[in-house]
């Protein structure tokens, strides 16, 4: 199974962007699916989640309040709404999936994508 992210892009801050992923087989039972994102030098960092079987979704502190996780109608595919973008936000982001419940932690997600640069100017 691979997933696809893509919907990244240069913005002023203040801006908004959304950033998109799918699953290659729309028959993959995928529990979790969520969005990271990682400078250079740092750590992967968790963004946001959506657990597929309650729609329950979760954020980092830092993204609360601005961006949006969202299921599409097509299975496994996934959101990211993205408002009020900061120059912190920039990053690559990622588009990861698990066959278990939601989790922060990077090394529990079996599936990831290829990554999407999302550039915020001030």
């Known amino acids: 199974v691979q997933l696809q992210a893509f919907g990244g892009g240069l913005v002023e801050a203040g801006g908004s962007l959304r950033l998109s992923c799918a699953a290659s087989e729309r028959s993959f039972n995928v529990y979790t699916m969520g969005w990271f994102r990682q400078v250079p030098g740092k750590e992967r960092e968790f963004v946001s989640a959506i657990s597929w079987s309650t729609g329950s979704t979760y954020y980092a502190d830092s993204v609360k309040g601005r961006f949006t996780i969202s ?3 097509a299975k ?5 709404e993205m408002n009020d973008l900061k120059p912190d936000d920039a990053a690559v982001y990622y588009c990861a999936a698990r066959r278990g419940p939601f989790s922060r932690n990077t090394s529990l997600y079996n599936y990831w994508g290829q990554g999407t640069q999302v550039t915020v100017s001030s």
């Open 76 to 80: 496994n595919t996934v959101y990211l």
């Open 71 to 73: 299921r599409g109608n």
